[in-house]
């Protein structure tokens, strides 16, 4: 994405996301927890860095990232009740898959607009 510290966040993400399968074949949950959590403190980071930088569609990408934290929430209760473990695998893989896709197609709208205003080094800076 060129922010290194979004950038940061989306390989842990990544690497959290890896953990998930291995985490249901050993009928645990704590995994896809942990990666909810991290896509949330990521939203949050997100929208702080985009707050800073003056996004012009902050409040739109903030209720996107509210809706896939609830339905995120909503199919983690699902996916917890469900006794098949192939039913509860593939409820998982649909939370993970989402919350991945903003980080694919989601946030290129931002990653122009900080390309064109220039504003990527600011961006990196501590703090933000």
């Known amino acids: 994405m060129g922010v290194k510290s979004i950038d940061d966040e989306h390989k842990r993400l990544f690497a959290l996301a890896s953990a998930v399968p291995p985490g249901l074949a050993a009928r645990s949950s704590i995994?896809?927890?942990a990666f909810v959590e991290a896509a949330r403190e990521h939203f949050?980071?997100?929208e702080s860095i985009l707050r800073s930088s003056g996004f012009p569609n902050?409040?739109?990408h903030r209720q996107y990232h509210l809706s896939l934290t609830r339905r995120a929430e909503d199919l983690t209760t699902i996916c917890d009740a469900e006794e098949n473990p192939i039913k509860s695998a593939e409820c998982y893989?649909?939370?993970v898959s989402f919350l991945l896709d903003d980080i694919i197609r989601g946030?290129?709208?931002f990653k122009?607009?900080?390309q064109y205003h220039g504003l990527q080094?600011?961006?990196r800076e501590p703090g933000y």
């Open 31 to 33: 995994e896809i927890a």
């Open 44 to 46: 949050v980071s997100e």
């Open 58 to 60: 902050l409040h739109e």
């Open 93 to 95: 893989d649909e939370i």
């Open 107 to 109: 946030d290129t709208a």
């Open 112 to 114: 122009s607009f900080l």
């Open 121 to 123: 080094t600011m961006a």
